[in-house]
C-alpha cells in the first residue's frame, strides 16, 4: 500500500451515548470523532472483484465503496465515514495484510 494514494480527507465518527426517541418513532443518533482531526483516506467506487479480493470470508451483505485508512483499532461496523457532504456506513473492515498498518473498509453510501 502506497500511503501516497491517501488523498482524501475525512472523519471517523462512532455512535455517542444512547439513541434518543425523536418523538416520531424513530431515534436521534449523535456520533463522536473517533480521532480529533480529518485522516488521509483512499476511496474508490467497490467493484465485484474489489469486494472478493478484499473482504473474502467475511460476511458482507453490500459496498459501494472501499475506504482505505491507516488502522485504527477503534473502526467497527458501527462506524461512519463523513467525508465532506457525503455519508458512508462501514459494513466490512479488512486489515490490510494483517499487519495493523492499513484498513481497507468495506462502505455503503447513505443517501440522505
Same mark, same amino acid.
Given at each position: 500500500?502506497?500511503? *501516497?494514494?491517501?488523498?482524501?480527507?475525512?472523519?471517523?465518527?462512532?455512535?455517542?451515548? %444512547?439513541?434518543?426517541?425523536? *418523538?416520531? @418513532? *424513530?431515534f %436521534?443518533? =449523535?456520533? =463522536?470523532a473517533? &480521532?480529533?482531526?480529518? $485522516?488521509?483516506?483512499? !476511496? &474508490?467506487?467497490?467493484?465485484?472483484r474489489?469486494l472478493e479480493?478484499? $473482504?473474502? @470470508? #467475511?460476511?458482507?451483505s453490500?459496498?459501494?465503496?472501499?475506504? =482505505? !485508512?491507516?488502522?485504527?483499532? *477503534?473502526?467497527? /461496523? /458501527?462506524?461512519?465515514? #463523513?467525508f @465532506? %457532504?457525503?455519508?458512508?456506513?462501514?459494513? @466490512?473492515?479488512?486489515d490490510?495484510?494483517?499487519?495493523k498498518?492499513?484498513? &481497507?473498509?468495506?462502505?455503503?453510501? $447513505?443517501v440522505?
Open positions: 500500500m502506497n500511503p *501516497g494514494t491517501l488523498r482524501h480527507r475525512i472523519v471517523i465518527e462512532n455512535p455517542a451515548g %444512547t439513541p434518543v426517541a425523536d *418523538g416520531d @418513532g *424513530g %436521534t443518533q =449523535t456520533w =463522536t473517533l &480521532v480529533p482531526s480529518p $485522516v488521509s483516506a483512499s !476511496i &474508490v467506487p467497490a467493484t465485484a474489489d479480493r478484499n $473482504v473474502a @470470508g #467475511t460476511v458482507l453490500t459496498a459501494s465503496h472501499l475506504v =482505505t !485508512i491507516r488502522y485504527h483499532s *477503534g473502526v467497527t /461496523q /458501527q462506524t461512519r465515514i #463523513t @465532506g %457532504t457525503r455519508l458512508f456506513s462501514v459494513t @466490512g473492515i479488512y490490510w495484510e494483517e499487519r498498518v492499513f484498513q &481497507v473498509l468495506a462502505c455503503v453510501e $447513505v440522505q
